[in-house]
């Protein structure tokens, strides 16, 4: 799958990573409603981080400081609990 992103609100240096625990989540997408900027979802509802389309990669998204409170919301949002904000 070929993801094209949506025009970013932040750049430069990510202000946190974005870890998503593969074995934990079970691709219900509410982080990609709450982060549209940086994921898509996949056809089976997984997450896919932009910019890192290829099988095995997109467990660490970078998160500009722009979107930090959103990821958050993210994390302490996710009913699978498979997300964690981290420093880069």
Do not use: F
């Not at 946190?16 to 994921?39: F, S, V």
């Not at 898509?40 to 722009?66: C, E, I, M």
């Not at 994390?75 to 609990?81: M, N």
């Amino acid at each position: 799958m070929n993801l094209r992103a949506p025009e970013p609100r932040g750049a430069g240096t990510p202000a946190g990573l974005l870890h998503i625990d593969w074995t934990k989540c079970d691709g219900r997408g509410l982080c990609t409603e709450i982060l549209p900027e940086l994921l898509a979802r996949d056809d089976w509802g997984y997450p896919l981080a932009y910019g890192y389309g290829s099988a095995g990669a997109g467990s660490n998204v970078p998160v500009p400081d722009t979107l930090l409170t959103a990821a958050a919301d993210a994390v302490s949002l996710c009913p699978r609990q498979a997300l964690t904000l981290v420093d880069p």
